[in-house]
């Protein structure tokens, strides 16, 4: 496998093509270069499909590996399913949509209530990012096919606040994995 960062911690500008590769390329890499390794990457449905895990009900939080400096999920969603709208505990998200159809929307605080800010489609190949400076936002696969995506956080996010539409208020949901590699 060809080394994806060099000693000067630059990386290189190869593609990923499978997931190991952008592993050891995240171990390698300090995380301020994580946007670099991320904009790398060119994965398909078959080079994540061992990790993925459906649910009839909800999409499926698979975590392909975590440690103390980087979290690598990938979320499975069935058609139409999506995301609470939430923050990312306070840090940053590279989102790489594998395949599938989906819509993100940002949304910001005005006068006390929430407010869409924007709305963005991403299909496969894309690559985004959020942070909670940014706002908050939620994520939807608006295709009628399952699809899926892939979440690089600078750190692992163990708890976020999502918004309850009931009481408009946001609240704190600890967060779980539906499988997690054995291998990290």
Known sequence: MPN????????????????NQLVQALLAAPSDKFFNVAKHIHLSQKDVLPYATW??????????????????????WGPGQ?????????????????????????????????????????????????ADFMGVHSLQNIGDQRAFSLHLYA?????????DPHSEQFTTKNLAYDTQASEN
């Open 55 to 76: 649910s009839k009900t909800h999409h499926t939080r698979n975590c392909i590996a975590v440690n103390d400096r980087f979290e690598l999920i990938l979320i499975c």
């Open 155 to 163: 750190k692992p996010i163990t708890s976020c606040h999502i918004f």
């Open 82 to 130: 999506c995301t609470d709208i939430h923050d990312h505990g306070g840090e940053e998200c590279w989102m790489y949509f594998v395949e599938g159809q989906f819509e993100e929307v940002v949304y910001g605080i005005e006068k006390s209530k929430l407010a869409v800010k924007k709305r963005k489609a991403a299909s496969d190949g894309a690559l985004t990012y959020m």
């Open 4 to 19: 994806l960062v060099n000693s000067n911690n630059e990386v290189s500008h190869l593609p990923i093509t499978q997931l």
